[in-house]
């Protein structure tokens, strides 16, 4: 089974920053790889999909990148709204598995 | 627009059953595979279940295997979780999700319902 390791489990940052998160996938998977936003009492929100693809409706500051083992998240600009966490998620195989998480928080 | 909406949560003692619903509206519920996914209290995401959409190809995680089944009707597009022989680590908020294909192969959720919360403790 294919295991994803996100990097940092957690971080602070300001309004404005750049922030980068890091999913390392146990195997390759080519681009199938998905990047969702969860807040507090709300569902997940699907950012990319297909490792750089920007879902529809979805603010231009997110980006995703990667491909094989390695993947980012960027926020260009940190938004108020986007304090929240931060999964993976690969879908090479049925069932896809999700990375632990990185919460972003208020510096 | 596309609106899943999760019932049938609720607190039931280990060993016991449960059956969750997710009602769909808004899109054509025939032509989507759909997904279970969980979140266990301070844990991460747990894809839990997935069937194809005409309910043909049913797929499980190894922690539900044998306990739990996935099925939907798709003349009252409706969705379901039979879940059987609960355990305390079964506890978790259950989301259902809508699959962009026909039977789960692209895996990811733009759409996912507000969640049924479990809790199994005696």
């Known amino acids: 089974d294919i295991q994803l390791t996100q990097s940092p489990s957690s971080l602070s940052a300001s309004v404005g920053d750049r922030v980068t998160i890091t999913c390392r996938a146990s195997?390759?998977?080519?681009?199938?790889l998905n990047w969702y936003q969860h807040q507090p009492g709300n569902a997940p929100k699907l950012l990319i999909y297909?490792?750089?693809t920007l879902q529809s409706g979805v603010a231009s500051r997110f980006s995703g990148s990667g491909s094989g083992t390695d993947f980012t998240l960027t926020i260009s600009s940190l938004q108020p709204e986007d304090f929240a966490t931060y999964y993976c998620q690969q879908t090479d195989s049925t069932l896809g598995t999700f990375g632990q998480g990185t919460k972003v928080e208020i510096k | 627009q596309v609106q899943l909406v999760e019932s049938g949560g609720g607190v039931v003692q280990p060993g016991r059953s449960l059956r969750l619903s997710c009602a769909a509206s808004?899109?054509?519920?025939?032509?989507?595979?759909m997904h279970w996914v969980r979140q266990a209290p301070g844990k991460g995401l747990e894809c839990v279940a997935v069937?194809?959409?005409?309910?043909?190809?049913?797929y499980y995680a190894d922690s539900v295997k044998g306990r739990f089944t996935i099925s939907r009707d798709n003349s009252k597009n409706t969705l379901y979780l039979q879940m059987k022989s609960l355990r305390a680590e079964d506890t978790a908020l259950y989301y259902c999700?809508?699959?962009?294909?026909?039977?789960?192969?692209?895996?990811?959720?733009?759409?996912w319902g507000q969640g049924a919360r479990v809790t199994v403790s005696s």
């Open positions: 069937i194809s959409y005409d309910g043909g190809n049913k």
């Open positions: 999700a809508q699959d962009p294909s026909r039977f789960g192969e692209r895996g990811y959720f733009a759409y």
């Open positions: 297909d490792a750089s």
């Open positions: 195997g390759t998977i080519s681009t199938y």
């Open positions: 808004g899109f054509t519920f025939s032509s989507y595979a």
